[in-house]
């Protein structure tokens, strides 16, 4: 199959859902080999079946990422059954709502080992197969969270901050062997996560348009739109990016204060 990808094998953490799975399925469209990783069995599977069907070369590899064996088996086994391995991306996240001092300690390291610890564990297992490539590519998916606080959220904030660090650090170390790393940082996008958050409120629909009144482009972002910069941080089209964040966001980081209801931010007439 011809494509961006052409040739490619993929390792996408998080890939039975949202933001993961679109990429998963943007990348079996450019050409590229995927092994989707996740702990969704059934999710996963279905998707593997559904790419595979469009003519797409996808395995479903159930792994916890938070778990370094599981991590390692995943990655060897993606490496052994496609002949090789060039990208990672690191999508899988989890969320936890509460205030510090109401965390348990388990909280913490969970989401921690997640949204941190697994980026440690896949590039460890990854190396050896990446060192081989003339040039290869590690995307870790941050949030806006990786440049700004937010409330409620203290553990994933952190967590999301830490990714940006990650990244700067595993650019510069792995540089020289031809990796390329970087961060891709959604705004409020519409996936299953963002849902279950919607539905612990009494309205959902009103909570999301409520939020999405702080983005200037009144809408929450769709998965495909930050996957195809996750592909685009993925191949050459991007020579030369490394070591930074870009964030997908309608706008929501560029503005100290915002509400696209308020008539004084709409263009006037004669605009
Ligand atoms: N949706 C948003 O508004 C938003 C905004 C900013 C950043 N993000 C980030 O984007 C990434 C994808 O989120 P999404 O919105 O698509 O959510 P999602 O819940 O739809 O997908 C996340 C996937 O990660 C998987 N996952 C969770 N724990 C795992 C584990 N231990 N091992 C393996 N897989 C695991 C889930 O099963 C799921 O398939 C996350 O890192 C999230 O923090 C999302």
Redesign the pocket.
């Known amino acids: 199959m011809r494509g961006r990808l052409a040739g490619q094998v993929a390792w996408i953490?998080?890939g039975?859902?949202?933001?993961?799975a679109a990429t998963a399925k943007l990348f079996a469209s450019e050409g590229a080999s995927v092994a989707i990783?996740?702990?969704?069995d059934q999710d996963g599977e279905q998707l593997v079946h559904e790419i595979n069907s469009a003519n797409g070369k996808t395995i479903y590899s159930s792994?916890?990422?938070?778990r370094n064996d599981q991590v390692r088996v995943s990655i060897e086994s993606t490496a052994s059954h496609f002949g090789g391995l060039n990208i990672i991306v690191n999508?899988?996240?989890?969320v936890h709502v509460g205030l510090l001092h109401e965390y348990a300690e388990d909280d913490w390291d969970q989401l921690m080992g997640?949204?941190v610890k697994s980026i440690f564990f896949s590039l460890a297992h990854a190396f050896p197969h990446l060192r081989r490539n003339d040039r290869s590519y590690i995307v870790n998916?941050g949030?806006?969270s990786s440049h700004v606080g937010q409330r409620s959220t203290p553990a994933y904030t952190t967590s999301k901050g830490a990714v940006l660090s990650l990244t700067q650090s595993i650019a510069l170390d792995y540089a020289a062997m031809g990796l390329r790393c970087n961060c891709v940082s959604?705004?409020?996008?519409d996936?299953?996560?963002?849902r279950k958050h919607l539905n612990t409120t009494p309205d959902p629909d009103e909570t999301l348009r409520q939020r999405v009144r702080r983005v200037p482009i009144n809408r929450a972002m769709h998965?495909d739109e930050i996957a195809r910069t996750i592909l685009y941080l993925s191949c050459e089209d991007s020579a030369g990016v490394n070591g930074t964040s870009i964030v997908v966001d309608g706008g929501y980081l560029a503005a100290a204060e915002w509400d696209t209801t308020d008539d004084t931010t709409a263009l006037g007439e004669d605009a």
């Open positions: 953490s998080g039975a859902s949202g933001i993961g990783a996740d702990v969704r792994c916890d990422v938070a999508c899988a996240g989890i997640v949204n998916v949030s806006i959604p705004g409020i996008t996936t299953p996560m963002l998965p």
